[in-house]
Nanobody
């Protein structure tokens, strides 16, 4: 069984930065692509960023491109989301997920394990 645990969320002012972490259990972490999604109140969950199994390929939603960076450490079984220049519209619960294969994916259907989420609030 795979478990994903997110951390690093919190309250930050507009223009600030946060780094989210997602720690994965299991010995096969490095064999799968990983992704981050978010869900704001009253909205559907949406794709944020994804990274391939080795970290060589990444993909971002247009809304976060240039502000967010996804990375991974396959020794620590952890994937990160560095968020900068945060805006109030980035406020959401952020989820990490494990892809069904080695590539990077932007649709929820392509992920089979999900974390519980961590709250990010951007407000002054």
């Amino acid at each position: 069984q795979v478990q994903l645990v997110e951390s690093g969320g919190g309250l930050v002012q507009p223009g600030g930065s946060l780094r989210l972490s997602c720690a994965a259990s299991g010995r096969t972490f490095s064999s799968y692509g990983m992704g981050w999604f978010r869900q704001a109140p009253g909205k559907e969950r949406e794709f944020v960023a994804a990274i391939s199994w080795g970290g060589g390929s990444t993909y971002y939603a247009d809304s976060v491109k240039g502000r967010f960076t996804i990375s991974r450490d396959n020794v620590k079984n952890t994937v990160y989301l560095q968020m900068s220049s945060l805006k109030p519209e980035d406020t959401a619960v952020y989820y990490c997920a494990r892809g069904r294969g080695r590539s990077y994916y932007s649709t929820q259907y392509d992920y089979d394990y999900w974390g519980q989420g961590t709250q990010v609030t951007v407000s002054s």
